[in-house]
């Protein structure tokens, strides 16, 4: 095994992803031989530790980049090219690592549970890392054995989509079989059974999707299945204690709550600043960089009113451009920032932030230049208030790699493939009970009676669009659906404020006092992109990106995908 000690030396500096205080312990690591590492539980764990901190990250700031029609951000028309690495994923190099501590607990000497355990969690690494990879490009070359280091994709022929979903599912339900139920204590956020039972659900959620059934779209024989293990998964996770956190803001501020499936740990010293908030946070209380994951005004006009209904449908809270921000699914409170509205951050009580040229501070203001594509929003969600300026890169709230909510919208969502709407009503309306919908007269907390399955499924991907704001879902959401249609041509807007008087000094102390309230102001909806590329670009050819190009370069036995020149076909028909 090579570079193993440089493996575990960087694993000490992610060791709030597991419990390894006992490898901070450890003397001179470069005493230690590589036989060592697999007869050595804290060295075991401490490799492994490495490659948990090579495959989660944090919350993906803009979407990751696939800005959705959730916040500002445009995919060009020159985006995805195979000559370039956007929108790729080849993870040979960690996969490498992974095969080498399979084989490697092999030949080790540790207790038979020790090696079980980390076993079960590298396979759940590999088997995450593969399905990341064949959402990206379809079927790809499935690697389980060590080859030489770096060349892990080379001089082999990609497998098929059909045989890459099999082999993922195998490592997966290899993985449930030695993996406890629930990790809790000092070994919260390492993988477990359930973990892996909810991404094996998901994986066969894709496989019967319309992304990878072009043609029959959810009329395709891999339903079936992905219905009764989805169905396993949810109510499996119910009876080892997962569910819905009682608030919905105490979900991302909070940690060690049932909702979490996957967590990825953050504690403030040797690993924090998950949610990026310097970019986050407006500039008056950050530093050096902001405008990350501003709500465009599609999406600030999707969340429905306290009742549960429509903008503009709701008899009971009538809507009005001039105070969109009344009434609001609490939500929409919970996770979004607008002008006047009260956002203590750093502490400041009382604090409210403005948007409004000469009543914000600069770098706040909606642009119209599109110098910094403003919006007139700032995100709330999962911003830690509490840290001053100069703290602003201590975030320490743990990031949700999966919570259980997803696990109740995949059944849902796989539900209505099977024609059964009723899965969806009571996820539905379990999470906008917990949001704080009002359940109205009929107890269907404002969603349309008798929906059929077209209509639910609609229903069920525009709440978790607002449910899973700025989480990076909603990209995939589309695309897993094929309705990339939704996005290809859109234009972009925010809100711009005017104060209705005329700014006088005056007013301006009231600003800096934080007494200028949200309906001191008339708004005005104005597109965010007035130059250059001013709508996105989706076309249908991004259902399966392209390999890169230097990659089939390097091997003559990788075919492109037929939708960028080539002539593998990366769907199941």
């Not at 990026?276 to 969340?303: F, H, M, V």
């Not at 909603?474 to 807007?493: E, I, P, S």
Request: aromatic share 12%.
């Amino acid at each position: 095994m090579k570079n193993w000690f440089k493996y575990i030396c960087l694993a000490a500096a992610f060791c709030g992803m597991t419990s390894c205080s006992d490898v901070l312990d450890i003397k001179d690591m470069s005493n230690y031989s590589p036989d060592d590492v697999w007869n050595d539980e804290n060295l075991s764990n401490a490799y492994l530790t490495n490659i948990y901190a090579s495959t989660f990250s944090g919350w993906p700031l803009n979407c990751g980049g696939l800005y959705a029609d959730e916040t500002s951000g445009i995919l060009t028309s020159n985006l995805v090219q195979p000559n370039n690495s956007n929108c790729k994923y080849w993870p040979y190099s960690t996969i490498y690592k992974i095969n080498v501590m399979l084989e490697g607990l092999e030949t080790g000497d540790l207790p038979e549970k020790v090696k079980e355990e980390l076993r079960g969690q590298a396979l759940f690494m590999r088997a995450y890392h593969y399905f990341k990879a064949l959402v990206y490009h379809g079927g790809i070359p499935y690697i389980t054995h060590v080859q030489e280091e770096g060349v892990d994709d080379l001089y082999v022929h990609r497998n098929t989509s059909s045989e890459c979903f099999d082999l993922i599912v195998q490592d997966l339900d290899s993985a449930i079989a030695v993996l406890p139920e629930r990790y809790t204590g000092t070994d919260y956020g390492r993988i477990d059974a359930s973990a892996a039972l909810a991404l094996k659900a998901k994986v066969l959620l894709y496989k019967a999707s319309p992304q990878f059934n072009p043609k029959s779209g959810y009329d395709n024989p891999y339903v079936d299945e992905a219905y009764e293990v989805n169905k396993e998964a949810y109510e499996t996770l119910l009876s080892r204690g997962y569910g819905l956190v009682d608030d919905y803001t105490s979900v991302f501020e909070t940690e060690r709550h049932k909702e979490a499936v996957i967590a990825v740990v953050y504690d403030g010293n040797n690993k924090k600043d998950g949610r990026n908030e310097q970019t986050c946070r407006p500039l008056s209380e950050s530093k050096d960089n902001t405008g990350g994951d501003q709500a465009i005004w599609d999406l600030i006009e999707a969340y429905p009113m306290k009742d549960g209904k429509r903008i503009g449908e709701s008899e009971k809270y009538p809507y009005d451009l001039q105070t969109y921000w009344q009434n609001r699914d609490p939500r929409f409170e919970a996770s979004q920032v607008w002008n006047g509205s009260t956002f203590e951050v750093s502490a400041i009580a009382g604090r409210r932030q403005y948007t409004v040229h000469n009543i914000a501070r600069i770098d706040d203001e909606f642009y119209l230049t599109n110098t910094y594509n403003r919006t007139g929003f700032f995100p709330r969600k999962g911003i830690m208030e509490s840290n001053p300026r100069e703290e602003v890169t201590n975030n320490s709230y743990d990031w949700l790699e999966m919570r259980f909510v997803e696990v109740m919208f995949n059944y849902a969502e796989i539900a209505c493939a099977k024609g059964n709407t009723e899965v969806g009503y009571d996820v539905l309306k379990q999470i906008r009970a917990r949001a704080g919908i009002e359940p109205g007269d009929d107890g269907l907390y404002g969603l349309d009676a008798g929906m059929n399955t077209e209509e639910m499924r609609q229903a069920l991907l525009d709440e978790k669009r607002i449910e899973f704001a700025f989480e990076g879902q909603r990209f995939w959401d589309l695309r897993r659906n094929r309705m990339l249609y939704v996005l290809n041509g859109m234009h972009k807007y925010g809100l711009l404020g005017t104060y209705k008087g005329e700014i006088t000094p005056e007013v301006q102390e009231a600003a800096n006092r934080y007494e200028l309230l949200p309906e001191d102001f008339t708004y005005t909806i104005q597109e965010v992109y007035t130059v250059g590329e001013t709508e996105m670009h989706v076309p249908d050819t991004y259902y399966f990106f392209p390999i890169q190009q230097s990659s089939i370069e390097q091997n003559a036995n990788l075919e492109q995908n037929i939708d960028w020149g080539g002539s593998f076909n990366p769907a199941l028909e």
